[in-house]
């Protein structure tokens, strides 16, 4: 079954820190998709990122990098230089093929709470 | 307004009750969903719906019962819920069923009393 682990329930940093928040999953599948979510205080899940399985290039965007490791399924979320609006909870999630339908829904982690002190 | 629109933003009902949950997007997608995120627990997926037509009901309660008028709308019914069913529901949508990029509304933050 498709399963999504984060396991570092909360992590606290002084702004401008480095900070990676860790993602392994399990698939049965050979085409996946993996994403990123924010969940700030007002309770909006925010989309950050989706990869396709078949891409294990890194991405950068701004202050956010993403390193995406198939042989360790691992797909871990870097934030550069920390910044106190980055406080937020982060959900990793893993597409999951619904049976006869065609359709896919996300299996979801249970989430990092970034908090990030002044 | 852009995006995923869900009202109320917060509800509190007794278990004798019945209300609505609202979700609206305006991004012109066609499949909807409910989601349920319960306190130190994954969010779980209730409903899929694609064109209006339920695709998934993934072993949710009766006491549920989704509607889904027309591609942008999505309602979610409650009647005699238990306070174990007191969570944020999350509303969201994508454009279609192989497009699993969703977007999310804000939640509807519901407390059964």
């Known amino acids: 079954a498709q399963k999504v682990t984060q396991a570092q329930t909360e992590i606290s940093v002084v702004e401008k820190e480095d900070v990676t928040l860790d993602c392994v999953y399990e698939t049965r599948d050979t085409t996946y998709y993996l994403f990123w979510y924010k969940q700030p205080p007002s309770g909006e899940l925010v989309f950050l990122i989706r990869?396709?399985?078949?891409?294990?290039q890194n991405e950068i965007s701004g202050r956010y990098s993403w390193n995406f490791q198939k042989s360790t399924s691992s797909f871990n979320f870097t934030i550069t230089a920390s910044q106190v609006v980055d406080s937020a909870v982060y959900f990793c999630?893993?597409?999951?093929?619904?049976?006869?339908?065609?359709?896919?829904?996300?299996?979801f982690g249970t989430g990092t709470r970034l908090l990030v002190s002044p | 307004e852009t995006g995923v629109t869900q009202t109320p933003r917060h509800l509190v009902m007794g278990m004798t009750n019945k209300k609505s949950l609202k979700c609206e997007q305006h991004l012109g997608h066609n499949a909807m969903y409910w989601y349920k995120q319960s306190a130190k627990k994954p969010l779980e997926l209730m409903f899929v719906y694609s064109l209006e037509e339920r695709v998934e009901n993934n072993s949710v309660p009766s006491r549920f019962s989704p509607e889904c008028p027309n591609s942008s709308h999505l309602f979610l019914h409650l009647h005699t819920l238990q306070p174990e069913d007191s969570a944020l529901y999350l509303c969201a949508s994508s454009q279609d069923w192989r497009n699993t990029e969703a977007f999310f509304g804000q939640g509807t933050r519901l407390t059964v009393v």
């Open positions: 999630a893993l597409s999951d093929p619904l049976k006869d339908t065609g359709f896919q829904k996300l299996v």
């Open positions: 990869r396709n399985s078949f891409d294990e």
